[in-house]
T-cell receptor, first 112, second 114 residues
Framework: TQLLEQSPQFLSIQEGENLTVYCNSS?????LQWYRQEPGEGPVLLVT?????EVKKLKRLTFQFGDARKDSSLHITAAQPGDTGLYLC????????????FGKGTLLTVNP | GAGVSQSPSNKVTEKGKDVELRCDPI?????LYWYRQSLGQGLEFLIY????????KSGLPSDRFSAERTGGSVSTLTIQRTQQEDSAVYLC????????????FGPGTRLTVL
């Protein structure tokens, strides 16, 4: 079973602060996705990273895929209350082109 | 355009009863997933449908769980003889199955088994 460990599990910060959340595994993934989920809704895709070492930016969010494609990080600059939500990473293993393995998520609260 | 819809949004049932959860995927999406999300847990894969291929049922936790997808569109997840540990949010997602495999999720059905 391939596992994705996310840390921290919970994070509460003030508006304007920076933060980084992590997604780690002992397995190699052919691609890795980050989703954000708000209460009462389904997850929404933020980004997909495919190449080892790849960095993608989405406004104030920066995503990085580890060189060995076993880990990823999400960095948020100057967090806003609208960033509040559950951040989930999900990996697509080399053995499957459709089955995603999800981490348990990081619950982020940004206080005004 | 309409997104993925699920019904009911909430379901409260008594232990031992059967429940049916419905998912309407985005029109034209050939692939459909069911996941279970328990408190403090990530999304647990249940079942995958792709076109006319045999579904991947490897994630179904027991034979009390079954799912159908009729006409390549609407899907129903059925849980027979519900148990308290079945309480969770059940999420449906559909996708075109492209390389990035972006999954579009519905809002989920929150199931509570008393």
């Amino acid at each position: 079973t391939q596992l994705l460990e996310q840390s921290p599990q919970f994070l509460s910060i003030q508006e304007g602060e920076n933060l980084t959340v992590y997604c780690n595994s002992s397995s190699v993934f052919s691609s890795l996705q980050w989703y954000r989920q708000e209460p009462g809704e389904g997850p929404v895709l933020l980004v997909t990273v495919v190449t080892g070492g790849e960095v993608k930016k989405l406004k104030r969010l920066t995503f990085q895929f580890g060189d060995a494609r076993k880990d990823s990080s999400l960095h948020i600059t100057a967090a806003q209350p609208g960033d509040t939500g559950l951040y989930l990473c999900a990996g697509l293993s080399g053995g499957s082109n459709y089955k995603l393995t999800f981490g348990k998520g990081t619950l982020l609260t940004v206080n005004p | 355009g309409a997104g993925v819809s699920q019904s009911p949004s909430n379901k409260v049932t008594e232990k031992g009863k059967d429940v049916e959860l419905r998912c309407d995927p985005i029109s034209g999406h050939t692939a459909l997933y069911w996941y279970r999300q328990s408190l403090g847990q990530g999304l647990e894969f249940l079942i995958y449908f792709q076109g006319n291929s045999a579904p991947d049922k490897s994630g179904l936790p027991s034979d009390r769980f079954s799912a159908e997808r009729t006409g390549g569109s609407v899907s129903t997840l059925t849980i027979q003889r519900t148990q308290q540990e079945d309480s969770a949010v059940y999420l449906c997602a559909s996708t075109t199955g492209g390389f990035n495999n972006e999954q579009f999720f519905g809002p989920g059905t929150r199931l509570t088994v008393l």
